[in-house]
């Protein structure tokens, strides 16, 4: 199949970068790379910047294109989006509803604020990445994306609506179905642990902060909504992983940080769930085409070969010092391996 790329992705920064993105850049061949630094990447240099330590972090002989994003804030510079995206530096703008998820402070608080960058947005062609989860206190965890989706997202469509819209790693039947509504302008990235767990796995057997993320994994309906999506074959849904390392004791703490890392066992996960729906040829498609179609970009020339040929995914990988990130689905015998 073509070199897959991941369309949403968190690299951090620092000794945490250095460690995580070779394996990212193992699997795939470009990505979206998230701006929820701190602080966040809220400008054109802060991004050319961030973009230049990413690629020095790459090992030698490692070809991989970091796509940068902009952290939309209640304060965005128009034109400071529109330069970067004309120098080519932004490929796309992130909005973080205020307070919704890691390094989300400095999100948006009323989404009036940001109409003149989707102005921008809207005219050069240039996606919106939604976290679509609304955090006010008195929405129930568990109802946050599809409150969203209801308040937030469906009169935007209205008021802007040539302006393309990617609802990052759904959660939810609702999501599903907004998609299919709002189709052409709007997709939406699947993650490989939200095809895998639903929100039990937060609670076998005691309490299990490794399987805790945002949007937080939903009853089991949920999860087979979106397995049906992946595998649909619309182009609409394609891979981002939401690969999103913490040290073990940042999750295993008193308020632990919300994310699954999940960049060294991605491509393994995505495959098991294609092949048992009896859709493994379909996966190139998910992995490799929709999400360059949706963002106008060409399919990757370079080819990779996935063998059903059992290894063992490493449980952790270095993190912070001695303080490791625990890998999703890690010490578990998986069937597909990357050649
Ligand atoms: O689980 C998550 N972790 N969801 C997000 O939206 C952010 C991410 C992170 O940055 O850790
Ligand atoms: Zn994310």
């Known amino acids: 199949m073509p070199q897959p790329d991941d369309w949403h992705v968190h690299l951090r920064d620092g000794e945490l970068l250095k460690n995580v993105v070779q394996h990212t850049a193992r699997s795939f061949s470009r990505a979206i790379v998230m701006p929820n ?63 919704a998820t890691t390094n ?23 996606p919106l990445l939604v976290h679509a989860e609304d955090a006010s206190p008195s929405v129930d965890v568990f109802d946050r994306e599809k409150i969203f989706l209801e ?24 999501a599903v179905d907004f998609v299919y509504k709002n189709n052409s302008h709007v997709a939406a990235t699947i993650t490989p642990h939200h095809l895998v767990i639903n929100r039990n ?6 309490f299990r902060p ?17 397995v049906e999506a992946a595998v649909s074959g619309e182009s609409t849904f394609f891979l981002g992983t939401d690969s999103a390392p913490h040290t073990r004791s940042a999750k295993e703490s008193d308020c632990g940080c919300a994310g699954i890392f999940s960049s060294p066992t991605a491509l393994a996960v995505y495959a098991e769930v294609f092949e048992r729906e009896g859709k493994i040829d379909r996966l190139a498609d998910f992995a490799s085409r929709f999400g360059a179609k949706f963002y106008n970009l060409p399919v990757n020339s370079k080819e990779i070969r996935l063998t059903k040929k059992e290894w063992k995914a490493p449980l952790e990988v270095a ?19 990357l050649d």
């Not at 991989?64 to 796309?92: C, R």
């Not at 993190?319 to 391996?337: K, M, N």
């Open 104 to 126: 989300a402070d400095a999100g948006v608080t009323k989404i009036e604020n940001i109409y003149p960058a989707l102005k921008i947005l809207s005219e050069t062609g240039r």
């Open 37 to 99: 630094l701190r602080p966040p990447i809220t400008t054109t240099t802060l991004a050319e910047q961030y973009r230049q330590r990413i690629i020095k972090c790459l090992p030698g002989g490692v070809s991989f294109t970091p796509l940068m994003t902009i952290y939309l804030t209640d304060n965005t510079n128009s034109d400071d989006l529109k330069k970067g995206i004309h120098q080519g530096v932004i490929t796309a703008a992130k909005l973080y509803p205020a307070h």
């Open 319 to 337: 993190g912070l010092g001695e303080d490791r990130i625990r890998v999703f689905q890690g010490g578990q015998t998986l069937q597909w391996s």
């Open 151 to 174: 308040q937030t997202l469906s009169p935007l469509r209205l008021k802007f609506p040539d302006l393309k819209i990617v609802v990052e790693h759904i959660t939810t039947r609702e």
């Open 210 to 226: 490794h399987a805790y993320c945002l949007p937080v994994a939903k009853r089991e309906e949920h999860r087979l909504a979106l």
């Open 201 to 206: 796995a937060m609670f076998q057997g005691g």
